[in-house]
């Protein structure tokens, strides 16, 4: 049996909350789909997907400086120069992506802010825990 006949497609859908990207749950996943599947992540496809953005995502002054030790100064603002530092999510997640070796230009944001853009997403903090509910989903299409 060569290499080749025993890697598969492989998918996976994960949820990235500030706890899930602290623990660089993408980079993760990568590492999963590799152990599962054979994945090279070099050929990999990433998207991320709508979520609170830097704008709306106010956090304490010690998550700041948690998340800036974790993945640079890019992810949040520094905390010795503002009481409210916002949190760069995406960033964070985009850079768990990377170090786990998917290449930047296969990496996909999705535009938009669940919690600026109050006709198009529901956020559980905007709206402090009313019901909502968000649906992801992987659809495989044929090369
Ligand atoms: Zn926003």
Known sequence: MDVKSWLRPAAAALHSGW???RLSIAGRGVRALQHA???????GL???GPS???CCYEVSQELAAMFRGLFGP???DDPAKTAKPHLDLRYCVESALVEAGVPRERIEQVAGCTSCDIDAYFSHRR???RTGRHLAFIA???Q
């Open 19 to 21: 706890r899930g990207t």
């Open 37 to 43: 599947a054979g994945a090279e992540p070099q050929r």
């Open 52 to 54: 609170i953005g830097r």
């Open 140 to 142: 495989a299409r044929e």
């Open 127 to 129: 709206d402090k825990g």
């Open 46 to 48: 990433a998207a991320i």
């Open 74 to 76: 890019e992810a949040a």
